[in-house]
């Protein structure tokens, strides 16, 4: 499957565009991108490993406030790029590769030090839904989109910082369902995002 990421990036905006009028009513909206760091190390049936590096994250959060709470749903697109290993070769063979994902979080927050100041400090954690759109084939491998499931759910814990219009997150997520349809593979991930908030 081949993945036309650009028109995915162009889809996310134009729905952050078109929830730009509506915002005074459903709460403030939070447009930010970043980087995203894989923490996957693991030798899958024994064919090959699969190493996570890094990547890019970028997407919205509307953000639903209550006094010092807040309730939090987002749309992300993240591409982690992945390192495959052949174990089996005599001379260890390595391939690039990549998987590409749109996330649905849905987190519930808390500002630590109040809301109305300068600088803000909250933290949040939840859900964040994955869908993934595709992967970098590797024919060598036989590794491609159908290993995946296509739908997972991942635990997520993160701390953040407003500063007046600036926002910076910190996030750690923790897959609670497998990547692979036949392993047990459970994804992990770093995210920090820098963006705005109003």
Known sequence: M???????????????????????????????????????????????????????????????EKNRFFFQPGLHLQHINTRLTDPISSVPQEFESRITSVKLPVTAGW?????????????????????ILGTKAVDELDYHKD????????????????????????SHEVGITSLLKDDNLYNRVTVLTFGLIF
Not at 17 to 31: C, Y
């Open 2 to 64: 081949k993945l036309h990421a650009r028109s995915i990036v162009f889809l996310i905006f134009g729905l952050f565009a078109f929830s730009l009028p509506l915002r005074a009513q459903f709460g403030r909206v939070a447009p930010k991108a970043g980087i995203a760091f894989s923490h996957l190390d693991n030798i899958v049936d024994g064919d090959f490993s699969i190493k996570g590096k890094s990547g890019f994250i970028i997407g919205a959060d509307w953000r639903i």
């Open 111 to 131: 500002y630590v030090n109040g809301r109305r100041r300068l600088w803000v400090l909250h933290t949040r954690a939840g859900l964040s839904p994955e869908l």
């Open 147 to 170: 290993l995946f499931n296509t739908f997972q759910v991942n635990g997520v814990l993160g701390l953040g910082v407003d500063i007046a219009i600036f926002t910076i997150d910190l």
